[in-house]
Antibody
Framework: QLHLQESGPGLVKPSETLSLICNVF??????????WGWIRQPPGTGLEWIGT???????YINPSLKSRVVISLGSSKTQFFLNVNSMTVADTAVYYC??????????????WGPGILVTVSS | DVQMTQSPSSLSASIGDRITITCRAS??????LAWFQQTPGKAPKSLIF???ILYSGVPSRFSGGGSGTDFTLTISSLQPEDFATYYC?????????FGGGTKVEIK
């Protein structure tokens, strides 16, 4: 059974870069029916899609974050990464990684990691 | 961007009640809509994709409907574990966008 787990710092200083890892257990990033994504949720508010990557490295990033976000693949095919630069207090959120899986014509998020709270504070 | 508007933003209901949550898209998304359930401190759980297709293991009291711009999530008989926040999400167009959420509380 595939599951995901985020890892990284829980505290980042303003203006610094956030680097998160999503570890994929029980499966591989190389499946042609999967995209891999990052979603975040500021405290007490709703969900915001950050971006998605495919096994060939092609990414789709939310335009609202595009200038600050890089999503990349690990060489092991069991990890993918999120980097967000120039972090501010507004970036404080729970960050989730998730699998976007294909069934028929549908590519929907079906498996989520438990999330990691990232606080931006000096 | 496709704006997703959910209503109501919150509702109070009792065990055994039938409830319906509405999600409206700002443009036609065909049936490229998903629903998620989230309890406090937990990751979202995927309930429905393709507007009406339940993921394996999701109880049959959950149902989804609609197409184009108007969608619904119905719970036919609320159970204690159903008190949560529900989000819709469109995946027809980038950027992927979520509704603001509907919090279902115990009356």
């Amino acid at each position: 059974q595939l599951h995901l787990q985020e890892s990284g710092p829980g505290l980042v200083k303003p203006s610094e870069t956030l680097s998160l890892i999503c570890n994929v257990f029980g499966g591989s990033i190389g499946n042609d029916k999967d995209y891999w994504g990052w979603i975040r949720q500021p405290p007490g508010t709703g969900l915001e899609w950050i971006g998605t990557i495919y096994r060939d490295g092609v990414t789709y990033i939310n335009p609202s974050l595009k200038s600050r976000v890089v999503i990349s693949l690990g060489s092991s095919k069991t990890q993918f990464f999120l980097n967000v630069n120039s972090m501010t207090v507004a970036d404080t959120a729970v960050y989730y990684c998730a699998r976007r899986h294909n069934i028929g014509a549908h590519w929907s998020f079906d498996i989520w990691g438990p999330g990691i709270l990232v606080t931006v504070s000096s | 961007d496709v704006q997703m508007t959910q209503s109501p933003s919150s509702l109070s209901a009792s065990i055994g009640d039938r409830i319906t949550i509405t999600c409206r898209a700002s443009e036609d998304i065909m049936r490229y809509l998903a629903w998620f359930q989230q309890t406090p401190g937990k990751a979202p759980k995927s309930l429905i994709f393709g507007a009406s297709i339940l993921y394996s293991g999701v109880p049959s009291r959950f149902s989804g409907g609609g197409s184009g711009t108007d969608f619904t999530l119905t719970i036919s008989s609320l159970q204690p574990e159903d008190f949560a926040t529900y989000y819709c999400q469109q995946y027809r167009h980038y950027p992927l966008t979520f509704g603001g959420g509907t919090k279902v509380e115990i009356k």
